[in-house]
């Protein structure tokens, strides 16, 4: 089954406190990312990983970073959460990195800092 | 720099009524565009895409045509319903320098009221 898992999906977390959000997917893809979606904003690339310890900023990087240790598993860390990163957080993976290639979303995880 | 550009806010009509959603889109290249759909709660996931100019994109009752002489995307269905509520995002892949990028339109609410 073709499927990308995130974990947890809801969260609560105090300003300071450390953030690890996780993700996973069962395809084999090549490549997967980080999103964070406000409203207003749309959605808003934080990392891509091109394979194994291959990852790249994205356009709001700042703040964020990413483990990727295993192709099916990609982690972002919050150091020290802020309350501007409550945010709804999406991974997604791709075969590979091309322009015309579709991305696989997860459900989403909801981080709400206080 | 590229650019994507969509109708924004939220878009309200009955079932059966014909839906226009309007993207356009800036490059210098020949892009790979996109129609992402998110329904409450779960992820984007792909509608439809056109890799090729002049072509169209058909999926599921909705259309859009690879327009390079207007650089427009533009997403049509003929017959809305209720099941089709939902956040559309327009989206063009493209390549900046070595690497491929995904610039995402804001993205259009549409409620359709049964």
């Known amino acids: 089954d073709m499927k990308v898992t995130q974990m947890p999906r809801y969260l609560i977390k105090r300003m300071g406190e450390n953030v690890l959000l996780e993700c996973g997917q069962d395809?084999?893809?090549?490549?997967m990312y980080w999103y964070r979606q406000d409203p207003g904003l749309g959605l808003q690339l934080i990392y891509i990983?091109?394979?194994?310890?291959?990852?790249s900023e994205g356009d709001i990087p700042k703040g964020y970073r990413v483990s990727r240790k295993k192709r099916e598993h990609f982690s972002l860390i919050l150091d020290s959460a802020k309350t501007n990163q409550t945010s709804v957080y999406f991974c997604?993976?791709?075969?590979?990195?091309?322009?015309?290639?579709?991305?696989?979303f997860g459900e989403g995880s909801r981080l709400i800092v206080v | 720099g590229d650019s994507v550009t969509q109708m924004q806010g939220q878009v309200t009509l009955s079932e059966d009524d014909f839906l226009f959603i309007n993207c356009t889109y800036s490059t210098t290249w020949y892009p790979t565009l996109f129609w992402y759909v998110q329904y409450p709660g779960e992820g984007p996931q792909l509608l439809l895409k056109v890799t090729t100019a002049n072509n169209k994109g058909i999926s599921r009752g909705f259309e859009a045509t690879y327009d390079k002489g207007t650089t427009s995307f533009h997403l049509q269905k003929a017959s809305v319903q209720e099941s089709d509520s939902a956040v559309y995002y327009c989206v063009l892949g493209d390549y900046v320098g070595d690497n491929s990028k995904l610039i995402w339109g804001l993205g259009t609410s549409l409620v359709v009221n049964p």
């Open positions: 997604a993976s791709s075969l590979f990195s091309g322009a015309g290639n579709t991305l696989y």
């Open positions: 395809m084999s893809h090549e490549t």
């Open positions: 990983s091109y394979d194994v310890d291959s990852n």
